[in-house]
């Protein structure tokens, strides 16, 4: 009994508001996750527009429990489409939320320092950096010694080999618990 509890609070987290069926929330969930790993395929394809299209669409979803991760990953795909300061406002939403989102928050911090640092706010660029390096030992900042000038007609702003905006497994991730929240929802 005390499980199903819990699992129900979670799932109260998630989907804040009006009640929603464990159904709805489920097929919600699933929606907004597979934009969300269509956004993240279409990126590391190249096709950047694309991709804001998926992860916007995802977003319409209002799955809280994706926001973080979506916006992590608009910020990443802005970055590439020279959009900074949407990127910057991206980042700051995934940031903003609360909870236990430190590579979601590792990789909106280093979207955001990507942005800055094709802005040539490089002070700025640097503290985002940091803040992204000290939740994940594997986002080293790049030597800001060398020119980051990018011309507008630049297909792709910054190198293709950087780290992708989020992995899709983290998402899988998501859903295995989400799902297993809304069978025991269905049980009682």
């Known amino acids: 009994m005390r499980n199903r509890i819990i699992f129900a609070m979670l799932l109260c987290i ?25 956004s993240v395929d279409l990126a590391n394809e190249g096709k950047y527009q694309e991709a804001l299209d998926a992860a916007d669409k995802a977003l319409a979803k209002n799955d809280a429990s994706m926001t973080g991760l979506i916006q992590s990953n608009r910020a ?23 909870g236990n989102l430190t ?8 979207n955001k320092g990507n942005a800055f640092r094709a802005l040539g706010r490089i002070p700025e660029a640097q503290e985002a950096y ?30 293709r080999t950087q780290k992708s905006p989020l992995s899709p497994l983290i998402a899988a991730g998501a859903f295995g618990l989400f799902s297993c929240a809304a069978a025991v929802i269905r049980q009682r």
């Open 103 to 110: 590579t979601v928050h590792s990789i909106a911090w280093y």
């Open 14 to 38: 998630v989907v804040p508001g009006a009640y929603v069926s464990a159904e709805n929330a489920q097929e919600s969930m699933s929606a907004a996750g597979a934009l969300y790993s269509q």
């Open 130 to 159: 940091d803040h992204a390096y000290a939740l994940d030992r594997t986002l080293v900042p790049p030597d800001m010694s060398l020119d980051v000038t990018i011309p507008a007609t630049a297909a792709t702003p910054l190198p």
């Open 76 to 98: 990443g795909i802005l970055v590439m489409l020279q959009r900074y300061d949407e990127a910057i406002a991206a980042a700051d939403a995934a940031i903003g939320i609360e």
